[in-house]
């Protein structure tokens, strides 16, 4: 299984407007990114005892992360994806799910899973066993890509954190007031950039980070969400 490097920075909106530019002449947008951006819409699973946010909050050094991922608003492809984080390394496993099965997450039914044979839903399926398991957290964003095939390198831009109630777009912005200090962007128009790499990152990559201040953060869009209590019963 491919483990990938990810490294997390606040930056301001001066300091993204020269790495956009930097990045565009060596780096290409990604798939995605066909119109210069797009929504990152995202469910959260959780536990009754909220660990996957705890151990995240208390820096657990190796966590686990189970989410449901489509992109704007489309429900033709949607995602689970299981992240698993060991320090800076971390890596993913994917299946594609109908939309049936996304809806039935969102109605809080997860029976279905226990007959899955896949192994991600198996995964998901024993925790569910043992600790119950419920969508805790949905919420979108604003994501810009670019990606550099030496070193399968791909530096994003993220912003406009949104809460959403439907799957039609972002209804509502996260208010950064009453946020846990450790997990908010500090300003909304600050911008989250995430740095990842598979093997190596090459010189001339390092290079378009020189000279900038760059803030490194733990933070999460996850912890963000939850102490937001975004879902009845999200809220930490």
């Not at 930056?11 to 990114?33: C, F, G, N, Q, Y």
């Not at 819409?41 to 996957?52: P, T, W």
Request: glycine share 6%.
């Amino acid at each position: 299984m491919r483990q990938r490097f990810e490294m997390k920075y606040i930056i301001t909106p001066k300091t993204a407007a020269i790495l956009r530019e930097r990045v565009s002449d060596i780096m290409e947008p990604d798939s995605h990114s066909k119109d210069g951006s797009y929504v990152v819409n995202n469910l959260y699973f959780d536990d009754l005892q909220n660990s996957f946010y705890y151990a995240k909050y208390k820096g657990a050094v190796v966590r686990n992360k189970f989410r449901i991922r489509h992109y704007n608003g489309d429900l033709s492809f949607i995602r689970l994806e299981r992240k698993h984080k060991d320090g800076l390394l971390s890596y993913k496993e994917t299946e594609r799910i109908s939309t049936e099965q996304y809806n039935m997450v969102k109605a809080g039914d997860l029976s279905f899973m226990l007959t899955e044979d896949s192994p991600i839903w198996q995964k998901l399926g024993v925790i569910h066993r043992l600790r119950v398991l419920r969508p805790t957290a949905i919420y979108a964003y604003r994501r810009e890509a670019f990606v550099y095939r030496a070193g399968d390198v791909r530096f994003t831009f993220d912003g406009q954190l949104f809460v959403t109630d439907d799957d039609a777009g972002a209804v509502a912005p996260i208010r950064y007031d009453s946020l846990n200090v450790n997990y908010k962007l500090s300003k909304p128009y600050q911008t989250l950039l995430e740095v990842k790499y598979t093997s190596f990152l090459p010189e001339i990559i390092k290079r378009l980070l020189n000279g900038l201040p760059l803030a490194y953060t733990e933070m999460s869009k996850y912890c963000i969400a939850r102490e937001r209590g975004i879902l009845p019963y999200g809220k930490i």
